[in-house]
């Protein structure tokens, strides 16, 4: 996957631009977070090979996945071998504390890939911040990524209503290929979770107020880029 497909969409489709590479850690756990988009979404595989291709020191992304996975035909088998791990909180952290692995996360879950194209790049709620719990549990910093480009790679027009039909989750009617949109990754500044006591976990509001900083740092940095992009297909 990494040398044929990720190769050619990284290099040659997407085009990808990297900005703030040296923000992700070299060494321990780090949680990163991102907003996500589109109906197959190719931001995931996009920032793990980024990491990989232009970090001073490459480091394997683990990616978690909502559940729903497990109903898709082929998906259901390819998401764990290409790196997938389900998103729950004792995988998220065994990966940061006890490996002091990468952890890539989507606080917008399936709300994101169902996001229509008149939505694009209008970040929906973080849920409830079970992100920020996991990295202040293993005391892991927080590095926001703004990503460019996914919504237009693969946009989302309408859904339709074959739920019962099919048994998926949500039948989007999108581009049946990704379209050459240009990419670009931002890596933020990293947020410290080592430094508010020894339990911040339980504090629910502290809690809530980092989750919203988090969507209002990569929400701002999105409208940034936006604002200096030429072309979704030039950048």
């Known amino acids: 996957m990494d040398r044929t497909v990720y190769e050619f969409l990284y290099h040659y489709w997407f085009r990808v631009e990297v ?3 040296e923000n992700v850690p070299s060494t321990g756990g780090a949680l990163l977070v991102s907003n996500h988009a589109g109906a197959l979404p190719p931001d995931a595989a996009m920032i793990a090979k980024a990491v990989k291709e232009e970090h001073p020191r490459p480091r394997p992304v683990h990616m978690t ?12 088998m390819l998401v764990p071998k290409i790196g997938g791990v389900p998103a729950h909180p004792a995988n998220v952290h065994r990966l940061l504390y006890d490996e002091e692995q990468l952890v890539l996360v989507f606080p917008e879950g399936a709300k994101g890939t169902e996001k229509l194209y008149k939505d694009r790049y ?18 892991a910093p927080i590095v926001p990524i703004a990503v460019v480009g996914a919504e237009e790679a693969q946009p989302i027009f309408a859904h339709l209503p074959l739920k ?15 379209l050459p949109a240009k990419f670009r990754i931002r890596f933020l500044e990293p947020i410290a979770t080592d430094r508010w006591g020894e339990a911040p976990w339980e504090d629910t509001g502290l809690v809530q107020t980092v989750a919203e900083d988090v969507r209002g740092r990569i929400q701002e940095e999105l409208y940034e880029m936006l604002a200096r992009r030429r072309s979704p297909w030039l950048g």
């Open 122 to 139: 209008r970040l929906r709620r973080f849920g409830r911040g079970g992100f920020v719990e996991a990295a202040m549990r293993a005391k």
């Open 65 to 76: 996945v909502e559940h729903f996975f497990k109903g898709y035909p082929l998906l259901s």
């Open 19 to 21: 900005e703030g590479i």
């Open 164 to 178: 019962r039909l099919t048994g998926l989750i949500y039948a989007p009617l999108a581009p049946l290929v990704y």
